[in-house]
């Protein structure tokens, strides 16, 4: 473990409160840990107040309502009158599937500031094959709702192969929903996800067409949409600054009170990630083994150790080190000075034979009896 | 898109200007970003209410800092926050 300099610790900006993995979806890109069923134990709404409220005492502002699916919590309207009464500003990012216009009204009395909405196509079909349950309708009467009751929206569209060829619907999509916020997230490899990767990578000529598409309609609507494009960091040269490094900005709590430096790190072999239930928030991030596991640049190996960009990418996603190399002290393997790139050329090379072949295994949904088999 | 100077400007109902004791500024929040705002910057959006065009804007914030001449860097920074979607004007 890094001997960070305790001194130069920032405090926590975003917390992301992660309040289930239940969830009435069954994305087979879940970004949740395969093994959710195992964690089931839900902490409770004291807990969460507490939690709430020491992490805006140290500087938390930006909060995500989070899971799973966070409207399966009937304490969520509380919990949002607590985050705004603390001055919290509350993002809820949810799937919509069974959010009613009483409870829009409601969340929106209690003090929320905005929800971003999913919807996983353009077309029903493909929405409901790839959420594993017949959403497409309700969802885009949500995002009406949303937009009716003056909550700023955002709607959410994991970007994959099953889906990438619907791009210019999409942005239609968005655009006649009156979207205020387009957030095109590429899928990133973890979780169900990297199980399902040579089904869900697209290929370099997709990811290139689409990219253009979606590069033409920003400016488009310049003004009126804002569009976020998470970037397909396998297709690229250097890693993403993950996190924006290590135990500097985001704080993470799952459903059963551990505490996470990114939603990923329970995956990490040794961090033994701390319980709300045992600590103080405060200590949580300035002392915790965890915290401080990748804290600085101490941690690193060759070649981030004496790389002049490593300020700027921090070695890129610890995570994604130790899912593709089994190391997770390793540079992130997506960077081209990475001794491991192979790993990512291979991974491509392997998705693009997959869909050329079309000789494919089915998708792996995220679901409690595909997660007990891990 | 650009700023009337005959029209009066309003703070965007879709952001929050709020003062942040930790960080020891003010800041504007909106969904899932947060821009960190200098003390000018955050009294000129203060005044965005609604109530004022740029000229009464402009007047005001000179009177209340003694000084002059402050038009053209105020119009530039509404120029920017209109962009960026923190004002608005009907």
Redo the contacts between chains.
């Keep these: 473990m890094a001997g960070s300099n305790k001194t130069n610790i920032t405090?926590p900006?975003w917390l992301l409160a992660e309040l289930t993995y239940k969830c009435p979806l069954q994305c087979p890109y879940c970004s949740n840990p395969l093994d959710y069923a195992k964690h089931s134990h839900e902490i409770s709404t004291e807990d969460w107040k507490r939690v709430l409220s020491e992490a805006r005492k140290?500087?938390a502002?930006?909060l995500?309502f989070s899971g799973g699916e966070p409207l399966t919590r009937q304490d969520l309207p509380e919990l949002v009158q607590h985050a705004r009464e603390l001055?919290y500003?509350s993002?809820l990012i949810t799937s919509g599937y069974g959010l009613t216009e009483a409870k829009i009204i409601e969340l929106k009395e209690a003090g929320l500031?905005?929800i971003?909405v999913s919807i996983q196509a353009s077309t029903q079909d493909l929405n409901d094959h790839i959420a594993g349950t017949e959403s497409f309708h309700s969802k885009q009467e949500v995002a009406r709702l949303v937009k009716k009751h003056?909550y700023?929206m955002?709607l959410c569209v994991v970007i994959h192969r099953e889906n990438i060829h619907q791009m210019a619907d999409i942005l239609a999509m968005a655009e006649k929903l009156g979207a205020?916020?387009l957030e095109l997230a590429n899928t990133q490899y973890y979780g169900w996800a990297h199980t399902n990767r040579d089904l869900l990578m697209p290929t370099q000529e997709q990811y290139q067409e689409a990219e253009k598409i979606a590069q033409d309609f920003k400016e488009k609507v310049a003004?009126k949409m804002?569009i976020?494009y998470v970037v397909p960091d396998f297709h690229e040269d250097r890693p993403k600054a993950c996190m924006n490094g290590w135990g500097t900005t985001f704080l993470t709590i799952a459903p059963d009170g551990v505490a996470l430096p990114c939603h990923s790190a329970r995956e990490l072999p040794g961090l033994d990630c701390p319980n709300v239930n045992d600590h103080s928030i405060s200590d949580i991030w300035h002392e915790s083994k965890a915290f401080n596991f990748f804290r600085g640049t101490e941690w690193m190996q060759e070649p981030c150790k004496s790389c002049d960009e490593k300020d700027k990418d921090f070695g890129g996603c610890r995570c994604q080190a130790y899912l593709l190399t089994g190391d997770m002290y390793k540079t992130d393997p997506v960077c081209s000075k990475s001794p491991d790139k192979h790993i990512i050329t291979e991974a491509i090379e392997s998705a693009r034979q997959s869909a050329l072949t079309g000789n494919e295994k089915p998708l792996i949904f995220r679901n409690s009896k595909n997660s007990k088999a891990y | 898109?650009s700023l009337n100077p005959e029209q009066k400007i309003q703070f965007s109902?879709?952001h929050?200007l709020?003062w942040?004791e930790?960080?020891q500024k003010d800041?504007i929040?909106?969904?899932?970003?947060?821009v960190e705002l200098n003390q000018s910057s955050a009294e000129i959006l203060k005044l965005c209410d609604g109530t004022r065009n740029l000229d009464q804007l402009v007047a005001d914030l000179e009177e209340k800092f003694a000084t002059t001449g402050l038009k053209n860097d105020i119009s530039g920074f509404l120029e920017v926050a209109l962009?960026n979607?923190w004002i608005q004007q009907n």
């Design positions: 405090p900006r140290m500087g502002v930006q995500g001055g500003y993002n500031d905005h971003q003056g700023p955002v205020d916020y003004g804002k976020y | 898109m109902p879709m929050r709020q942040e930790a960080q800041v929040l909106y969904p899932e970003g947060m962009g979607g």
